[in-house]
């Protein structure tokens, strides 16, 4: 059982930041790949980040938040990171952070890839 603790949302203006937090249970979080994914109501959750496991830590990004959205992580805190920069109204939605236990799934833009999700954190833009 792994589970996922976001924090960090709140309330931001247009062209603002935020920075969110995941922290994870689990012994070999190091191996897993942790994605970042957003809902808003009535939508389906749709991909944002992902960032692979030991082996390959590699990056992917939507096309939405690319060269304004960093993810990061830190194996000694169990902690996966999603910069968000020059935020726009559209990025207003619930952010859920996500564990794939094998390492990057080969759909890593899916939710079915995923094995655990966190709570969700909230964020919101204001004009």
């Known amino acids: 059982q792994v589970q996922l603790v976001e924090s960090g949302g709140g309330l931001v203006q247009a062209g603002g930041s935020l920075r969110l937090s995941c922290a994870a249970s689990?012994?070999?979080?190091?191996?897993?790949?942790m994605g970042w994914f957003r809902q808003t109501p009535g939508k389906e959750r749709e991909f944002v980040a992902v960032?692979?496991?030991?082996?390959?830590?590699?990056?992917d990004y939507a096309v939405s938040v690319k060269g304004r959205f960093t993810i990061s992580r830190d194996n000694a805190k169990n902690t996966v990171f999603l910069q968000m920069n020059s935020l726009k109204r559209e990025d207003t939605a619930v952010y859920y952070c996500?564990?794939?236990?094998?390492?990057?799934?080969?759909?890593?833009?899916?939710?079915?890839?995923?094995?655990?999700w966190g709570q969700g954190t909230q964020v919101n833009v204001s004009a």
């Open positions: 960032i692979g496991g030991r082996g390959g830590y590699s990056i």
């Open positions: 996500a564990a794939a236990l094998l390492g990057m799934p080969s759909a890593a833009t899916d939710v079915s890839s995923y094995d655990y």
């Open positions: 689990g012994r070999t979080f190091s191996n897993y790949a």
